[in-house]
C-alpha cells in the first residue's frame, strides 16, 4: 500500500491534467466564432480609438505625420504630378465635429446650390489639402422625394468634406409609376458611377436617413459594412441581427463578387435582406461601427405598401445569387445629369 500511493497520485494527477486540457480546448474550439464580435474589437475600434487620440493631437503633429507618410508611399503609388504634390489624408480625418445637430429646414435647392463652390460638376469633391483615402460613390435610390432632398444635401456634403473623402452623389430616379425597385437602382447606380470614375467602393443610403456623428466614417469598408446601426424612430436599437438596410457600404470587388443586389424585389421590403444573405453566402461578413457612433435620424415618409412575395423570394434567393443581379439587369438611363450638387441619373428598369 505504502509504495503504491506515490504512484496512485502520479496516474491521478496525469489523468486530471489530460482531462483539463481536453476540456479547455473543446471549450475553445466549441465558443462559437462571432465575426461580427471579432470585427467590433479588433478592427472597428480603431477609429474610435484614434478618433480620441486626434482630438488630442494639434494641426502641426498632424502635418508631419502625413509628412512622413507619403514619402513613404511615393513611388509605389500612382504617379501623376498632381498625387506627387499633394500629401495622402490622414487616416482620421482632423475637422470632426462628433455629435451633430440635425436641420430639417433645408434652404431650397437653388440656394443652396450657391453655398457649394467647392464642388465640380455633378457634385464631386476632393479635398484641397490632401490625396483622398477613398474614392466614394454615394447612391441614393430615389423617387417623389424632394422634401428630403435638399434635407439630404444641405447635412451630408459638410460632413462628407470633414471626412476628406474623394466623392460623388448619385441620385437614381426610377422613371415611371411601376413598383420602387430599390435594389435594381442601387445596381443602376453602381454601374453607371463606375463609367463615370474609378471608385473604390459604395456606399447604399436611403436619402431619409441623416447621420447624428460624423466619427461614422464613409470610407471603404474591409468587410462590408452596415451603417445605420441605431436609428432615432427604432429607439436608437437594432432592430435584428443581420439587418443590411438603411445605409451600407460594400467594396467595388465585395459588390461584384456577390453579383449586386437581387433584381427581383419590386415594392417594399426584402431586397436588404437578401444582400445580407448574399454576403454571407460569399464569406464575408457584417461589419458595424459602435451603436454610439453609427447613429440616424430618420426624416419622416408615409410607408410604402410592404411586398408580400419578399418572404418568399428571400426564401429560395440563394439559388439566384448567381443568375440574378449586375449579371442579369436590364435598364435603361434616360438622362444622366452633372448637376451642381450631385450626379441624377433618369433610369427606367425592366424585369429580367
Ligand atoms: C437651419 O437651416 C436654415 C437654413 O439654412 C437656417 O435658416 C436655420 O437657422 C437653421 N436652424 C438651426 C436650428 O440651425
Ligand atoms: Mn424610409
Redesign the pocket.
Known amino acids: 500500500m505504502t509504495v503504491c500511493r506515490p504512484k496512485l497520485w502520479k496516474y491521478l494527477s496525469i489523468t486530471l491534467s489530460f482531462v483539463l486540457a481536453a476540456q479547455l480546448l473543446s471549450g475553445a474550439f466549441s465558443r462559437k466564432f462571432d465575426p461580427l464580435a471579432y470585427v467590433m474589437s479588433v478592427h472597428q475600434r480603431i477609429p474610435w480609438k484614434i478618433w480620441n487620440e486626434s482630438l488630442q493631437a494639434s494641426s502641426e503633429t498632424y502635418q508631419m505625420g502625413n509628412g512622413a507618410e507619403t514619402s513613404a508611399q511615393e513611388g509605389t503609388q500612382d504617379s501623376s504630378l498632381l498625387s506627387k504634390e499633394k500629401p495622402l489624408c490622414p487616416p482620421v480625418p482632423p475637422y470632426l465635429a462628433g455629435r451633430l445637430?440635425i436641420?430639417r429646414?433645408?434652404?431650397s435647392l437653388e440656394e443652396l446650390e450657391r453655398t457649394h463652390p467647392e464642388l465640380e460638376p455633378g457634385g464631386r469633391y476632393r479635398p484641397a489639402e490632401c490625396r483622398a483615402r477613398h474614392r466614394v460613390a454615394i447612391v441614393i435610390p430615389y423617387r417623389d422625394r424632394a422634401q428630403h432632398l435638399s434635407v439630404f444635401l444641405?447635412h451630408m456634403h459638410p460632413v462628407l468634406q470633414r471626412q476628406q473623402l474623394d466623392y460623388d452623389i448619385y441620385i437614381i430616379e426610377q422613371a415611371g409609376s411601376g413598383k420602387f425597385n430599390r435594389a435594381m437602382l442601387m445596381n443602376v447606380g453602381a454601374l453607371e458611377s463606375l463609367k463615370q470614375y474609378p471608385y473604390d467602393c459604395f456606399i447604399f443610403h436611403d436619402i431619409d436617413l441623416l447621420p447624428e456623428d460624423d466619427r461614422n466614417l464613409y470610407t471603404c469598408p474591409e468587410q462590408p459594412r452596415h451603417m445605420s446601426i441605431a436609428v432615432d424612430t427604432l429607439n436608437y436599437k437594432l432592430p435584428y441581427e443581420n439587418i443590411f438596410g438603411g445605409v451600407s457600404a460594400l467594396t467595388v470587388d465585395q459588390f461584384k463578387q456577390v453579383n449586386g443586389f437581387s433584381n427581383s424585389f419590386w415594392g417594399w421590403g426584402g431586397e436588404d435582406d437578401d444582400m445580407s444573405h448574399r454576403v454571407r453566402y460569399y464569406g464575408f461578413f457584417l461589419s458595424r461601427y459602435p451603436a454610439h457612433i453609427g447613429r440616424y435620424t430618420m426624416l419622416s415618409h408615409n410607408k410604402d405598401a410592404p411586398n408580400p412575395e419578399r418572404f418568399d423570394k428571400l426564401y429560395n434567393g440563394e439559388k439566384r445569387f448567381k443568375t440574378d443581379g449586375i449579371n442579369s439587369i436590364k435598364y435603361k438611363v434616360l438622362d444622366i445629369q452633372l448637376r451642381r450638387l450631385f450626379t441624377w441619373v433618369h433610369v427606367e428598369l425592366y424585369p429580367s
Do not use: K
Open positions: 445637430t436641420n429646414t433645408a434652404p444641405f
